[in-house]
């Protein structure tokens, strides 16, 4: 079932921010277990057989659809809601802070925006950015996944937004944040 969370956002007066963010969370988790699952019996089949069989999709078509189900409705959360953001308030510029995830060899460098649901995740996350950049102050502020996205919209090796990173490992890729029900 696909649910448009941008409606219930605007057309259920009783569907607060808090929970919006508690259902992201529970979204996220959902995926990470369905996936891990996933990943277990895609391993099992490949120690049986050099590559997967045909018959693999089909046999876990339900799961890999809800998977599917379960991003999308992610994406939406991600595009309208509003998110803290972490910024570095000590560099010539205040600076948004940003999380390369290329291997120290490669040549470009990729990198992800961590967003975060709370203060308290951004906090936790804050306790790690400071360990990294000692002489450092942090400074947050509120935008919507969609906003970040547009930022960096030209930017090639602007990967996606990553929720409550380092905490959690989820990215989402910038290109899926969208919107698409009216
Ligand atoms: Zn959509």
Do not use: R
Not at 82 to 88: C, D, K, L
Not at 90 to 100: N, R, T, Y
Not at 104 to 112: A, G, I, N, S
């Amino acid at each position: 079932m696909f649910i448009c969370f941008k409606k219930k956002t605007y057309f259920n007066d009783y569907y607060t921010y808090g929970d919006i963010m508690s259902e992201l969370k529970e979204l996220v988790k959902k995926f990470i277990e369905i996936d891990d699952d996933l990943n277990e019996k895609i391993e099992a089949a490949l120690s049986e057989s050099e590559e997967l069989d045909d018959t693999f999709e089909e046999e876990h078509k339900e799961q890999i659809e809800q998977l599917g189900n379960i991003y999308h409705d992610i994406e939406h959360i991600v595009f309208s809601e509003e998110f803290i953001i972490v910024s570095n308030a000590k560099s010539e510029q205040k600076e948004i802070v940003a999380l390369i995830i290329s291997e120290e060899d490669e040549e470009v460098e990729e990198f992800v925006i961590p967003v975060f649901t709370d203060e308290e995740e951004a906090n936790k996350a804050i306790e790690l950015f400071k360990e990294q950049f000692e002489e450092n102050e942090f400074v947050c502020d509120k935008k919507t996944g969609n906003e970040i996205v547009s930022e960096y919209a030209e930017d090639e090796e602007f990967i996606g937004l990553a929720i409550n990173a380092p905490q959690w490992d989820f990215v989402i890729g910038g290109e899926d944040v969208h919107e698409c029900c009216e």
